[in-house]
Nanobody, 112 residues
Framework: QVQLVESGGGLVQPGGSLRLSCAAS????????MGWYRQAPGKQREVVATITFGGYTDYADSVKGRFTISRDNVKNTVYLQMNSLKPEDTAVYYC??????WGQGTQVTVSS
């Protein structure tokens, strides 16, 4: 069974950058579509970005041009590079494998 562990969250000022990592154990991720989702207080969880096993990426309109999802199948890790962060990006960010397996989440707070 795959287990996902996110890291890299924290407090950053508007306009700053963070890089989230999602490390998997138990099974190789190479065959899974991977995704990053986020959930802000009082809101539903929403998709941020996805990447297929072949490397095709897709992004929510709100993060296009600012966020980049990537994967390293050798390291069994997925990344989310977040640039030009805005206060509205504040949320708990979750890693997902195969639309079924979730990590525990990592908090991202964008505030001055």
């Amino acid at each position: 069974q795959v287990q996902l562990v996110e890291s890299g969250g924290g407090l950053v000022q508007p306009g700053g950058s963070l890089r989230l990592s999602c490390a998997a154990s138990g099974r190789m991720l190479s065959s899974y579509t991977m995704g990053w989702y986020r959930q802000a207080p009082g809101k539903q969880r929403e998709v941020v970005a996805t990447i297929t096993f072949g490397g095709y990426t897709d992004y929510a309109d709100s993060v296009k041009g600012r966020f980049t999802i990537s994967r390293d199948n050798v390291k069994n890790t997925v990344y989310l590079q977040m640039n030009s962060l805005k206060p509205e990006d504040t949320a708990v960010y979750y890693c997902n494998a195969g639309f079924a397996i979730w990590g525990q989440g990592t908090q991202v707070t964008v505030s001055s």
